[in-house]
């Protein structure tokens, strides 16, 4: 659902506003930073998406529609160069190598002030999310972490609907399988 | 419906990710980048209607005025020729 607060930031967007561009670089940077780093799980590439998704968004901002959705719009945007980069990496031999070796990153080293369950538990959760195919990690890092509506999410992604559904059904299958392999590995021999 | 709204646990957990802030430098980039694309966009559509009200409006009232005026210099004169 759209955000009600967001109609002055894209008005003054659609302005022109320079300003606007800082309030919602400020607004949405972690979102989006976060999302990219999640989907692609390598920084530099995260990094480049990050900067071409706040890019397009300062050249476009004049052309916004009056009842555009910006989260959703940033969100579509952002994913789409990560699409389109893909597309790319495959195109691109020398890069073929490093997208095999697109495995997880190494595990961190335990954080002796992480002791927490909740801190656990959300570590646990990122390494099995990250380890899901790239189809799964998008549909659940839009529809879980960002909270989009399944119907918003279809439109993102060009999907119907129903197929969104199943798209998520797996997604959360795959995710409540790879959760219960890294708890499995975690319990001490 | 949003699954969240069915007491789905695991895609609550999911709601418990952080956003992740990008590098500072990083950050510092785009913002600049984006900042100073903001204003040259800006200047840029400034520049655009500047034009647009000059094609539109501002040539074509020249020219009519410059129409108008030489004809009512040319009928001013032919009439003091007869005169």
Redesign the interface.
Known sequence: MRDPTEQPLVDALRR???S???AA?ARY???I??FL??LCRRPDVA?DL??ET??K???N??RLAEDTDLTAWLFTVARNAWVSHRRWSMLDVSRLVALEDDTLPAAKAPDPDARAD?AR??DR??RA?ASLPAASREV??L???E?F??DEVAGMLGIKYDALRQR?TRA?AQ??EK?AMVETLEVPA | ????EQN?D??R???????????PE??H???R???A???A??AG?WLTLAIRAWTRVGLPAALVATVVGYLSWAVTSASALYR
């Open positions: 022109g506003e320079a606007a561009f800082d670089y940077r972690g979102r930073y976060g780093l999640r990094e990050f900067q706040f890019l968004l300062a050249r901002a004049p909740a538990a959300m959760l990122e999310l659940l890092l529809v879980g972490v909270g509506e399944q998520l959360r995710l409540a959760l | 419906m949003s699954p969240i789905d695991d895609l957990a999911l709601r418990e990710l952080r956003p992740v802030e990008p590098p990083l950050g980039r785009v913002w980048q984006g900042r694309e903001m204003e966009v800006s559509s």
